[in-house]
């Protein structure tokens, strides 16, 4: 039958071995010296070993205890890491987070996936809305955690990582060749105002085609090739590609994707969440593409 080590032994086993002696090691783990050596004595036992050579000034390791401190160290790691994450009463059991819908993909997810894994109790509320939308509620206290998007941050806001904003179409389509050009943007979309101003400046005529608050209606006309829009590079969904530079579409920019903290949770399960959404939003990796579109090979539609 498969025999199960003393985990208690087991620590003053380790504990003895890192300070050299059971005096030190009765006071550490709050334990009479006598009980500190039955623990030790007791684990010889159950494997029939000697773990420490005994002299006057102090203990030493044999080579059996050398082996086993460093297995000692890994269980007893993770029997201190399992009953931090179940069953501490200082770890908060719910984060709310908000994330635009325009970033979620792919980070979030796998992030979730994540935390899950480690924090079974832990419940993560998601809210995907407009970076405008969502510094009100972070305001409110209604979110712990936010991600967005903006040219600079606010006060507390940590810049993670600088994307350009760019025009976007259907892959293969033609819509970014017509004048006026026609545009698709959710009405709360922060990044319509730019790219209107910009069309403003540059003497560019263009028309709305899209009237309402449906992102999901935006991304369909322009998968459509009905329409374009603009997203931030590296973040575009699949079903579109990047208008080639030389378009004569004015330049849009570049946002900042930018980190808030509101303070109102502590601990390492949010530092741990934290974290990890550095990693991901850090280095973006690239996900569009670009047309491969010759301009020169190509008439543009008129007004």
């Not at 890994?74 to 501490?88: F, G, I, P, Y």
Request: hydrophobic share 45%; proline share 5%; aromatic share 6%.
């Amino acid at each position: 039958m498969a025999r199960n080590l003393d985990l208690t032994a087991l620590r003053a086993f380790l504990v003895t071995a890192d300070v050299g002696g059971v005096t030190r090691a009765s006071a550490l783990l709050n334990l009479t010296q006598s009980a500190v050596s039955m623990q030790i004595k007791r684990l010889e036992e159950s494997l029939g070993l000697s773990l420490f050579f005994r002299t006057a000034r102090r203990l030493s390791l044999t080579p059996e205890g050398e082996q086993l401190l460093a297995y000692a160290r890994r269980m007893l790691d993770l029997n201190d890491e399992v009953l931090a994450r179940l069953q501490s009463t200082s770890l908060v059991s719910e984060l709310r987070v908000g994330v635009p819908h325009d970033i979620v993909y792919p980070a979030i997810p796998e992030i979730l996936k994540v935390m899950a894994a480690r924090y079974p109790r832990l419940r993560i509320n998601l809210t995907s809305a407009f970076t405008t939308t969502m510094k009100e509620q972070f305001a409110r206290g209604e979110l712990d955690l936010i991600l967005t998007t903006e040219e600079e941050p606010g006060a507390g806001g940590e810049k993670l990582s600088c994307h350009d904003l760019i025009w976007v179409g259907a892959p293969g389509g033609t819509a970014w060749q017509n004048r006026p050009v026609r545009l698709g943007f959710e009405e709360s979309c922060k990044f319509r105002a730019i790219a209107l101003e910009r069309l403003d400046a540059a003497g560019i005529p263009w028309e709305m085609g899209f009237f309402g608050r449906s992102n999901e209606a935006v991304q369909a006309m322009i998968a459509a090739d009905l329409a374009l829009t603009a997203r931030l590079r590296g973040w575009s969904p699949g079903s579109t590609c990047a208008i080639p530079a030389h378009s004569d579409l004015p330049a849009l920019g570049s946002l900042w994707i930018c980190l808030y903290d509101s303070g109102l949770q502590k601990g390492p399960i949010i530092e741990d969440l934290k974290t990890q959404i550095r990693a991901a939003y850090s280095d973006a990796p690239q996900r569009t593409t670009t047309l491969p579109v010759d301009l020169r090979s190509l008439k543009r539609a008129s007004a």
